[in-house]
């Protein structure tokens, strides 16, 4: 299973840590992506994280220099650093795993995670 936390209310220019916990199964072995959906849009995919031993990053352009994906291989979570918020990242952040890199269909998805950027 995997666990997304971390989401919460902020004020744009903000900062918020996202969590995706994995339970059952060593993450490190698999690829980990970071989607979100706000409301009456389509989910789109905002940073990837390969396996460990293939540690490739890519982010969406709208994100990238502001959000940054990393690994904690100790504690089988990948986090989603999220600097300089903008209300335009209002979503629901969901992770997901795979053992291929940037899949069209992943094996895991955690819950969401509600993100709000709002003064």
């Known amino acids: 299973q995997l666990q997304a936390s971390g989401g919460g209310l902020v004020q744009p220019g903000g900062s918020l840590r996202l969590s995706c916990a994995a339970s059952?199964?060593?993450?490190?072995?698999?690829?980990v992506g970071w989607f979100r959906q706000a409301p009456g849009k389509e989910r789109e995919g905002v940073s990837f994280?390969?396996?460990?031993?293939?540690?490739?990053?890519s982010y969406a352009n709208s994100v990238k220099g502001r959000f940054t994906i990393s690994r904690d291989v100790a504690q089988n979570t990948v986090y989603l650093q999220m600097n300089s918020l903008k209300p335009e990242d209002t979503a629901v952040y969901y992770c997901?795993?795979?053992?291929?890199?940037?899949?069209?269909?992943?094996?895991?998805w955690g819950q969401g995670t509600q993100v709000t950027v709002s003064s």
């Open positions: 997901a795993a795979d053992e291929r890199y940037r899949p069209d269909d992943y094996y895991y």
């Open positions: 994280i390969g396996t460990s031993a293939d540690p490739r990053t």
């Open positions: 059952g199964f060593t993450l490190d072995y698999y690829a």
